[in-house]
């Protein structure tokens, strides 16, 4: 990094800390005015180290918002028919208003069935078709936590982005695709590139907005950035460095330097996706509870 980097670092951490910190006290006041507590259900299936990591974290934050967290671990042997089984029973549990199945699945469970087997209007994490459906068609959906954390991010750096040139690289369910549908709702102009993409550097020197989401470390380089852009970097990939172990994103940060701006990693897009989690459960709450709350901040 040289003393011409000029762009602003996107402070994502901070910015979910804050989020974080106006879902509690909403939380609180939904205590007060309701007696009730919003809950969210987390289910853990099998020994994955990352996941138990995710979902543990999950679990702190939830409970530091004041929510009440339920976390279901199964072994890695359960069954189709017994995960579907307790989705039914979450489904229909009252207390339950959000509900989220850590992924990646075990190889024997259809990822697709156990997701769509969610609630929609529970579907905290919107992967279920509906959600999917309602995002693309502009209804009122459950959007991804990741790309609603990114959304947040460029609204508040940028403002209106009706009109904007927005490249999404990747075309993920998770991340991609949801990404563009979000852009395109702020009528921007918008392009999704993928591994198969010819022209994927000039593309990306296009974008006044660029959201890169693939798990390629460093793959953007600093002249596929047009001077000024906005750059989300999705990516959290660790490598190593001159013989330590380290995170990087998807784009070579310090190549960056005349970007506007962009979200460092580690500390950028990260944080926002557990406090997205927070606001889509308090988002269910409410469109499950609508006589006694109307406020929203996600949805
Ligand atoms: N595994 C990695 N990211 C996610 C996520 O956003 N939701 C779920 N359910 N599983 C994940």
Known sequence: MNNLFQAERIDGKGFAANLVERLAADVRSIKTD??????????????????????GAKHRQTQAA??????????????????????????????????????????????NAVINAIDPDKDVDGFHILNAGRLATGQDALVPCTPLGCLM??????????????????????????MAQLLMGESCTVTVTHSKTRNVAELCRTADILVVAVGRPELVKGDWIKPGAV?????????????????????????????????PVPGGVGPMTIACLLANTLTAFRRQHPLHTNQTIAG
């Open 34 to 55: 309701t007696g009730l507590t919003p809950g969210l259900a987390v289910v853990l299936i099998g020994e994955d180290v990352a996941s138990g990591v995710y979902v």
């Open 66 to 111: 004041g929510m009440n967290s339920f976390v279901h671990k199964l072994p890695a042997e359960t069954t189709q028919v017994e995960l579907m089984a307790l989705l039914a029973k979450l489904n229909s549990d009252a207390v339950v208003n959000g509900i989220l199945v850590q992924l990646p699945l075990p190889a024997h469970l259809d990822a």
């Open 153 to 178: 991010m460029l609204k508040n750096r940028l403002g209106d982005l009706t009109g904007l040139n927005a490249v999404v690289v990747g075309k993920s369910n998770i991340v991609g695709k949801p």
């Open 231 to 263: 750059v989300i970097d999705v990516g959290i990939n660790r490598i190593m460095r001159d013989g330590q172990s380290r995170l990087v994103g998807d784009v070579a940060f310090s190549e960056a330097g005349h970007a506007a701006a962009i979200t």
